[in-house]
C-alpha cells in the first residue's frame, strides 16, 4: 500500500517542477526572440538606410517565418531532441549574425579596390555593376535572410514546447496553448523592457552576446533536467561548450570585430565608434596634406554630419545671413547642432544667452567633454574645432525631442531673436514631425516679431522636392516671408536653407542693406550671400504640385527617401550624405 501512495505524492510534485521550468524556459526563449527581432530590425535600419520601412520589413519577414516556423514543427518527431538542438543553433545565428553580415559588407566594399589593384585599373574608375552588383545586393540585404532564419527556428519553439509539457504529463492538456503564449506573452514583454532600458544603448554585438547567452543558459537547463529524452545528447553537450565560447568571444571581441569590419566602410580611419540610444556614432580621421593636424569627420548611422575641411561653409551659410538679418542678438535659440559648431558661430556674435536643445545627450556630452572618452590629441582638436562652446557659461542646454520640448518653452513664455534650426534630414519618419506645419506653428510663437528664423533643408539637387516642400511648408505655417539659398558645401553638395521672418522687410532685403560684414567673419562676403539666394531658372516651376508636410502625413519623409534612392541609388546608401 505504501508504494502506490509513494507514486501518486511524488508525481503532482514532479509535474509542478516541470511546468516551472517548462513555462520559466519558454518564457526567457521569448524575452530572446524579440530582442534578437529588434537587434535585426535596428541592424537593418542602419544598413539599408530606409530606417522605418527597413524595421516593419524586418519585423513582417520574422512574423510570417515564424507562422512557417509553427508548422515546420510538425516534421520533428521527437520534440525533446528537436528542442534542445533548435535552441542551441538559434543561439549560434543570434550571436554571430550582426558580425557576419558586417563581414560580407565589408568583403564585398573592399573587392572593387583588390579588382583594381590586381589589374592596375584607374583609381577613378573602381569596379562597378554586374557581379560586384549582384554581391551588394545579396549582402546589403542580407539582414532579412538571417531575420526569415531566425523567425523560423523561433516559430518552431511554442508547437515542440506544447508538446513536451504533454508528454511529460502523458495526457492532453485543455489549457496548454493558454498557458505556453502566456508564458510567451509575458517574456516577449520582459524581453522588449530590457531591450529599451539596456540593449538599446550598448554595443550591437554584445547586446547579441548577452542575449545568446541567455537562450544557451535556458537550452544546458532543459538539457540538464531531460537529457534522459535527448538524442545524441553528449554531442549536443559539446555544442553548447563550443557555442559558450563563441558568446564569450563575442562578448569580449565582438565590437573590436565589428568595428573593424565597419572601418572598412569609411575612407578615413575611425578614431571612435559609440552607441547611443539614437544613434550610432563614428568620428574619423584623414591627413590632408594643407593641414597640421588630421581632418575629423562625424557619422551618425552611417551619415556624414560634418567634415572639418568644410563644415565652416554650412554653418557659416545657416548662422550668417540668420544672425545678421535679425534686428538683436539678446536670446538664440538653436535646435540641433548637439556637436557645438552652430553654436561656436552664434557666440561670436556676443548674445547674451543661447539655449541649445538636442535629444542626444551623448552625443552632446562626447562634443562638450571630449576628453572623457576620446584621445588627448583627437579632444583637443574637437575642442579646438568647436571652440569650447558647450562649455561657455551663456549656454543653456536642454536635452529633449524638439516637438514637445519647444511647449515647455512656450509655456514659460520664451522669446527668441534668432532660432536656428540645425536637425538631420527628414530620413526617417521620426524626424518628419520636425519638419512639418505644425512644428513650425508653434516655433512662430516663440520668434520676436523683428527676429528670424532659419532651417537647414536638405540639397536643392539630389532632393528638389523636399527642399521646396520644406519651404511650402513653412510659408502654410503662416510665416509672413519665406525664402530660401543655396551653396555648394563639397563634402555634402550642393546644399539649402530656408529663411523666415515674421515682420518686416523679408530676410534677402535685410541683408542687402548690410554693405560690409561683421570683423570677426573672414570668409563669407556679402556678395556671396546674396548670390546663394539665386536659383536657376525654371527652378520653382513645378511648387504648385509640391505638397505641404503636414503632421503624420511623411510627405517630406517619401520625397526625401525617394529623392535620393533615384540619386544615390542602393549602392552607396551606407555613406549616404544626411
Not at 265 to 287: G, M, N
Not at 439 to 467: C, E, W
Request: net charge neutral; charged share 15%; proline share 4%.
Amino acid at each position: 500500500m505504501k508504494k502506490p501512495l509513494t507514486i501518486q505524492l511524488f508525481k503532482p510534485s514532479a509535474r509542478l517542477l516541470d511546468d516551472i521550468i517548462i513555462i520559466s524556459i519558454m518564457a526567457v526563449l521569448a524575452a530572446c526572440g524579440l530582442i534578437y527581432e529588434y537587434l535585426l530590425s535596428h541592424f537593418a535600419g542602419r544598413v539599408i538606410g530606409a530606417v522605418e520601412s527597413a524595421i516593419y520589413t524586418m519585423i513582417g519577414i520574422m512574423i510570417v517565418s515564424m507562422g512557417v516556423g509553427s508548422f515546420a514543427a510538425r516534421k520533428v518527431k521527437c520534440a525533446f531532441s528537436g528542442f534542445a538542438w533548435l535552441e542551441l543553433v538559434i543561439a549560434i545565428v543570434g550571436c554571430s549574425a550582426i558580425l557576419v553580415i558586417s563581414s560580407a559588407i565589408a568583403a564585398v566594399q573592399i573587392l572593387p579596390q583588390i579588382i583594381a589593384q590586381t589589374f592596375n585599373l584607374p583609381p577613378d574608375t573602381p569596379a562597378q555593376g554586374g557581379f560586384i552588383q549582384v554581391l551588394h545586393n545579396i549582402t546589403h540585404y542580407s539582414p532579412y535572410f538571417f531575420g526569415a532564419v531566425l523567425g523560423l527556428f523561433i516559430g518552431m519553439e511554442i508547437p515542440l514546447i506544447a508538446r513536451i509539457r504533454e508528454q511529460l504529463h502523458k495526457k492532453h492538456l485543455m489549457h496548454n496553448t493558454g498557458t505556453i503564449y502566456g508564458a510567451d506573452y509575458v517574456g516577449a514583454g520582459v524581453g522588449a523592457a530590457i531591450w529599451i532600458t539596456v540593449m538599446l544603448s550598448i554595443e550591437i554585438n554584445l547586446s547579441a552576446s548577452l542575449t545568446a547567452s541567455a537562450n544557451l543558459l535556458a537550452g544546458m537547463i532543459f538539457w540538464l533536467k531531460y537529457r534522459n529524452y535527448i538524442k545524441f545528447k553528449y554531442y549536443l553537450l559539446i555544442g553548447h561548450f563550443l557555442c559558450a565560447g563563441l558568446v564569450v568571444a563575442i562578448f569580449n571581441f565582438g565590437g573590436q570585430w565589428s568595428n573593424a569590419f565597419n572601418n572598412l566602410l569609411y575612407l578615413d580611419d575611425v578614431v571612435h565608434q559609440e552607441q547611443t540610444r539614437y544613434a550610432q556614432v563614428v568620428l574619423t580621421e584623414r591627413q590632408l596634406p594643407s593641414h597640421n593636424k588630421p581632418v575629423v569627420s562625424l557619422y551618425l548611422n552611417g551619415r556624414l554630419q560634418f567634415a572639418q575641411n568644410d563644415e565652416h561653409i554650412y554653418h557659416k551659410f545657416l548662422v550668417y545671413p540668420a544672425m545678421a538679418a535679425s534686428a538683436r542678438h539678446n536670446n538664440i535659440l538653436i535646435i540641433g547642432g548637439g556637436d557645438g559648431l552652430a553654436l561656436r558661430d552664434v557666440l561670436e556674435w556676443n548674445p547674451k544667452k543661447v539655449t541649445l536643445m538636442d535629444l542626444d545627450t551623448q552625443v552632446v556630452e562626447l562634443f562638450k567633454n571630449p576628453h572623457k572618452s576620446l584621445p588627448k590629441a583627437l579632444s583637443d582638436n574637437i575642442l579646438a574645432l568647436n571652440k569650447n562652446s558647450l562649455n561657455d557659461t551663456r549656454v543653456e542646454l536642454i536635452h529633449a525631442d524638439a516637438f514637445n520640448g519647444i511647449d515647455q518653452l512656450i509655456e514659460q513664455q520664451k522669446y527668441y531673436d534668432t532660432i536656428i534650426i540645425d536637425l538631420p534630414d527628414p530620413s526617417h519618419p521620426d524626424l518628419n514631425k520636425l519638419y512639418s506645419r505644425s512644428f513650425y506653428v508653434k516655433i512662430r510663437q516663440l520668434l520676436s516679431n523683428d527676429g528670424v528664423m532659419v532651417v537647414q533643408s536638405t540639397s536643392p539637387f539630389h532632393a528638389k522636392s523636399a527642399f521646396m516642400s520644406i519651404a511650402k511648408t513653412i510659408k502654410a505655417a503662416k510665416w509672413r516671408d519665406v525664402q530660401q539659398y543655396q551653396f555648394n558645401v563639397p563634402s555634402f553638395g550642393q546644399w539649402g536653407w530656408t529663411i523666415a521672418t515674421l515682420n518686416g522687410l523679408p530676410a534677402k532685403e535685410r541683408l542687402a542693406n548690410q554693405v560690409s560684414l561683421k570683423s570677426f567673419e573672414t570668409w563669407l562676403t556679402p556678395e556671396l550671400i546674396q548670390a546663394s539666394f539665386e536659383f536657376s531658372q525654371g527652378f520653382y516651376r513645378n511648387m504648385d504640385k509640391v505638397k505641404v508636410n503636414e503632421l503624420g502625413s511623411f510627405i517630406l519623409y517619401r520625397y526625401h527617401q525617394q529623392a535620393w534612392e533615384s540619386q544615390q541609388g542602393t549602392n552607396n546608401s551606407w555613406y549616404q550624405n544626411e
